[in-house]
């Protein structure tokens, strides 16, 4: 069954399904943050879906931005699964589009991608071959390729390597990633098989190690046109951090350098959909890629903050707008994060844990005055 | 004055670090490439504005003595750690 002809040309009055609504204060993921900038933005009066995998992500409880919540299945059940419950949940809610905001679901959305469309639900997401090649174990070969720095990185299974590093050229410290998620800096081979094991154990085989770099951490949000252009860059140097090495607090800044890093990330990928540059100014003064997201990241509301509305240009790129002449970011704005707690009733939880779907009442575009939204 | 400290002043005004500094007018600097932000009291707010006017140590440490009737050695020392520490922070 098509639903071709039903598809609005108007952004504004879309409904829009965004995953990523967990919000742990240590890492939270971007899906709420997507939400606010769309429903804060002027004009907006479409749905907002929100689509979550934990019975206890917050974002599904919270009415004053979704217009509904629906649980998925976890992407590890595959995009069959993913394709099955939400053809279900677009039954209903006739969605227009899908922003995914997780990195562990962008291959299954990617695959389902032209199935979804034949549904009539769009979507803006790089290809199954622009996500191998940023993935961190190919990072350095793309830097190769495009002639970027990155700090030197190796696939570890094995873990005497730490025994041995030193002898091949390695030194302390050393940062240890997951495949996925995750990295710990480490100082000592004992540390070092710590790290290992954890992430391991959590994350699978191969582990990663990279040469630490010392220096401070700059990064990019924009939207790639899927033709090598780079939409409305906006950049942000991190203040405070978490105890999980996430923003807990950041300033909008402005680096020529980082700029024309990401700029040469989507033109040698052609990248479409969303992305998220993570890059190290050295204390050598040198630039170095460390991570490419294929999302925008839990900070994506500071670009509504510096005028630049990421998720809303995301729209208009998908509607065939191609937004020109966007505003430049101005440096020096930051954002602070908080956490706050949402009242829930032991009905609406019910909803969610047996249904795993929840009916938000009311009007969500009509002014509010809620502490803390702009 | 070293040949050195006039390499790191053209350096810091070359690459527009010190230009691109934005200070407000109760001393409170801001970097917009790095998002540092840093506070530097009256004095140092004229001598970043002499810097960037003459592009020059001689002539901005000649000014400074004038303004504040302080010897041109002293005022010269007191440029050269300005400026070394204006490069660490805009490195």
Not at chain 1, 223 to 239: A, E, H
Not at chain 2, 25 to 54: C, K, M, W, Y
Request: glycine share 10%.
């Amino acid at each position: 069954m098509k639903h071709l002809s039903c598809i609005k040309p108007d952004w504004r009055n879309w409904t829009v399904g965004i995953t990523g609504v967990n919000a742990r204060p240590d890492n939270p993921g971007p899906g709420l943050a997507v939400a606010r900038c769309l429903r804060e933005s002027v004009g907006f009066s479409g749905r907002l879906i929100g689509l979550g995998y934990e019975v206890l992500d917050p974002g599904l409880y919270n009415a004053a931005i979704f217009d509904a919540s629906y649980l998925l299945p976890y992407p590890s059940v595959g995009s069959e699964g993913q394709w099955e419950r939400l053809v279900e949940i677009h039954a209903t809610e006739r969605l227009d589009v899908i922003i995914p905001c997780l990195d562990a679901e962008l291959s299954t959305f990617a695959h389902n991608e032209a199935q979804f469309a034949s549904q009539g639900i769009r979507m803006l997401v790089p290809t199954l071959g622009q996500l191998r090649a940023r993935a961190k174990d190919n990072l350095g070969e793309l830097c190769r390729r495009l002639d970027l720095d990155t700090p030197e990185t190796l696939k570890v299974s094995d873990i005497g390597f730490f025994d041995r590093c030193r002898e091949e050229g390695w030194s302390f410290p050393l940062v240890v990633k997951g495949i996925y998620y995750d990295a710990t800096v480490v100082e000592s081979p004992d540390e070092a098989k710590s790290a290992f094991h954890h992430i391991a154990a959590q994350w699978g085989y191969p582990v990663l190690v990279q040469q630490f770099v010392g220096g401070y951490e700059v990064n990019l949000t924009a939207v790639g046109d899927g033709k090598g252009n780079m939409l409305g860059p906006v950049m942000m140097r991190k203040r405070a951090l978490t105890n999980k090495g996430k923003a807990w607090a950041g300033i909008s800044i402005r680096d020529d350098e980082l700029e024309r890093m990401g700029r040469i990330i989507m033109e040698g990928l052609n990248w479409q959909g969303p992305l998220e540059v993570e890059a190290l100014r050295g204390d050598d003064g040198r630039l170095y890629l460390i991570e490419i997201n294929p999302r925008f990241p839990a900070w994506v509301y500071l670009t509504k903050g510096v005028g630049c509305n990421l998720p809303q240009l995301l729209l208009r790129q998908i509607a065939g707008e191609h937004p020109t002449g966007l505003p430049s970011p101005k440096p020096g704005t930051l954002f602070i994060r908080y956490a706050e707690e949402l009242i829930t009733s032991l009905e609406q939880f019910q909803a969610m844990m047996v249904d795993g779907v929840l009916i938000a009442p009311g009007e969500k575009n009509a002014p509010r005055n809620l502490i803390g939204r702009s | 004055m070293s040949a050195e400290l006039g390499d790191i002043l053209r350096d810091l005004i070359g690459k527009d670090r010190l230009p691109a500094l934005a200070i407000s007018a109760n001393g409170f600097a801001f970097d917009p490439r790095s998002g540092q932000s840093f506070t530097v009291n009256h004095t140092g707010i004229d001598t970043v504005e002499l810097l960037l006017a003459n592009g020059s140590i001689e002539a901005t440490v000649d000014e400074l003595s004038k303004r504040y009737d302080v010897p041109v050695d002293v005022v010269l020392g007191g440029v050269e750690v300005f400026i070394r520490q204006l490069s660490r922070y805009l490195a």
